[in-house]
T-cell receptor
Framework: DAKTTQPPSMDCAEGRAANLPCNHSTISGNEYVYWYRQIHSQGPQYIIHGLKNNETNEMASLIITEDRKSSTLILPHATLRDTAVYYCIVRVEYGGSQGNLIFGKGTKLSVKP | GAVVSQHPSRVICKSGTSVKIECRSLDFQATTMFWYRQFPKQSLMLMATSNEGSKATYEQGVEKDKFLINHASLTLSTLTVTSAHPEDSSFYIC????????????FGDGTRLSIL
């Protein structure tokens, strides 16, 4: 699986958009970009994933560059409860016995009042 | 959405005790479940892949006789830490993959294991 690079930490003001970058320059054509987050002392929570088109759901938006070498997770209106470690992971989309995710160090997002 | 339940959430026990952790998929069938371990200030590390009806596949460096995994049904996998020692103290997290669709992997809330 391709490796990802994320900044170790970011701050964001409450109510503002949080834009979390991720570089994945060695991504393969069949690999998806997944985003998870982990709030302190909890299991990771799925946020969103995409292949090449931008994606949006009730939690966030995912913007993938045309060359797919980087992406940005956008939390449109960050709240204090969005403070967490955010993981960007690239993986082939799976079903059945595939699917273990390789977690890097992620980005620790701190949302401040 | 898909829900994965993990029990217990916290265990404190004496050295030498065996501890069983349960992972259940509540609203879907999971042919595959994964067990991770997370030490303080570190990321999640995959321990093993649990497949329903067959033996688990362990990652390099993980002792299969110490971390017993049983995946007896499509909704339940258990991890037993045998003869636990203080160095086994960690945050253990399971995840499950819906068997028949390309749904994302979903995680339990983890078990904080403290061995005295």
């Amino acid at each position: 699986d391709a490796k990802t690079t994320q900044p170790p930490s970011m701050d964001c003001a409450e109510g503002r958009a949080a834009n979390l970058p991720c570089n994945h320059s060695t991504i393969s054509g069949n690999e998806y970009v997944y985003w998870y987050r982990q709030i302190h002392s909890q299991g990771p929570q799925y946020i969103i994933h995409g292949l090449k088109n931008n994606e949006t759901n009730e939690m966030a938006s995912l913007i993938i560059t045309e060359d797919r070498k980087s992406s940005t997770l956008i939390l449109p209106h960050a709240t204090l409860r969005d403070t967490a470690v955010y993981y960007c992971i690239v993986r082939v989309e799976y079903g059945g016995s595939q699917g273990n995710l390789i977690f890097g160090k992620g980005t620790k997002l701190s949302v401040k009042p | 959405g898909a829900v994965v339940s993990q029990h217990p959430s916290r265990v404190i026990c004496k050295s030498g005790t065996s501890v069983k952790i349960e992972c259940r998929s509540l609203d879907f069938q999971a042919t595959t479940m994964f067990w991770y371990r997370q030490f303080p200030k570190q990321s999640l590390m995959l321990m093993a892949t649990s497949n329903e009806g067959s033996k688990a596949t362990y990652e390099q460096g993980v002792e299969k006789d110490k971390f017993l995994i049983n995946h007896a049904s499509l909704t339940l996998s258990t991890l037993t830490v045998t003869s636990a020692h203080p160095e086994d103290s960690s945050f253990y997290i399971c995840s499950a993959v819906p068997g028949m669709s390309n749904q994302p992997q979903h995680f339990g809330d983890g078990t904080r294991l403290s061995i005295l």
